[in-house]
């Protein structure tokens, strides 16, 4: 994230920065919304302070105070048509955010069932936001930094300076650091995003060990290796099958143990191993869990390890190619 503060010296890369923020912060806050998971209350009380404390409380506040005036003095009166209208969606937008604030204060407060009204209403703001930023940096600003004379930049600066430290010193970089973490969050979250699903198909194909997923329910939701050399036989028959079905009727009771187990947080891996001919099979079962600790299924790993347990000595990158 390239969020370091940097030296800005125009009112100019100050606005246009925050800009080039709050696109980030709003797409990452799409991607977030759009995962099957609900947001986290933290990840919504965040949004709802950068949204409302810092687009409208604070940077909107600089172009209405420091950089509109201006422009209307200097423009001609068919552009300063265009301010009175970025005036106007200053309200508009004011209207959209209350109503996104209104929804997540209610979420953040335990009623997760105003999720779909959070959604919604951030879509209205997020959606509106990128039309009226695309006018001002695209139309507005480049305007304004051709009629602002020195003066009237230095000006600019200076009232955005002024407002800065009405709000407190360090307000800026604290906006600034909220935004880079909003963003690093949804990144960090599913760094899978934007990968097609046959390209992470295919990476789990490409892995030496066989793959099982079985949901919270029991059901066989997925397999690895469906075309290739399989360690264990899996058709796509059993996709959807209770788990305990898969299993010969003496290990029903050992399954149900494990994924009881799994559920309750009691065992976080259990592992098995055995001959098949000349080949040593090392069979894992562990529990998948979100990020906040809630069941989501069981995995299972099959992996032929007899290589693996011939090794000795070393064999490094740069050694020749065996
Ligand atoms: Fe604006
Ligand atoms: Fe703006």
């Given amino acids: ?58 940077h909107h506040q600089k172009e209405e105070r420091a950089v509109f005036p201006r422009l209307a003095q200097r423009a001609a009166q068919a552009e300063g048509g265009l301010v009175a209208a970025m005036v106007t969606e200053h309200a508009q937008a004011r209207e959209l955010v209350s109503r996104f604030d209104a929804a997540a204060k209610a979420y953040i407060d335990g009623a997760r069932d105003r999720i779909g009204e959070l959604v919604e209403t951030f879509r209205a703001y997020a959606s509106f936001d990128e039309r009226h930023r ?3 940096s695209d139309v507005l600003y480049p305007l304004a930094n051709r009629l602002f004379s020195p003066e009237d930049a230095e000006d600019v600066l200076e009232e955005i300076a002024e407002m800065e430290r009405d709000l407190g010193w360090g307000t800026r970089e604290r906006y600034w650091n909220l935004a880079a973490e909003i963003v690093s969050r949804v990144e960090l979250k599913d760094l899978s995003w934007g990968l097609k699903p046959e390209v992470l198909a295919a990476i789990l194909n490409t892995l030496p060990i066989q793959l099982t997923f079985v949901d919270q329910d029991d059901r066989v939701r997925y397999f690895s290796h469906e075309r290739g050399a399989q360690i264990v036989d899996r058709s796509r028959g059993v996709i959807g099958k209770e788990v305990q079905r898969c299993h010969p009727q003496k ?72």
């Fill in 251 to 322: 290990s029903f009771s050992l399954v149900e143990e494990i994924l009881g187990d799994f559920k309750a947080g009691r065992r976080e891996l259990v592992e098995f191993w055995f001959d098949m001919g000349p080949r040593k099979i090392h069979v894992r079962y562990w529990p998948v869990r979100d990020e906040g600790g809630k069941y989501l299924g069981c995995l299972e790993t099959v992996q032929d390890v007899t290589a693996i347990q011939k090794l000795t000595g070393q064999n490094r990158l740069l050694d020749p190619v065996g």
């Fill in 134 to 136: 695309r006018k001002e």
């Fill in 1 to 58: 994230m390239d969020f370091v503060q940097p030296t800005l010296t125009t009112w100019f890369e100050i606005q246009t920065k925050d800009h080039d923020m709050t696109a980030r912060v709003l797409a990452a806050a799409a991607r977030a919304f759009a995962e099957p998971l609900p947001p986290t209350s933290g990840f919504v009380a965040d949004l709802r302070d950068y949204l409302v404390g810092f687009v409208q409380g604070w």
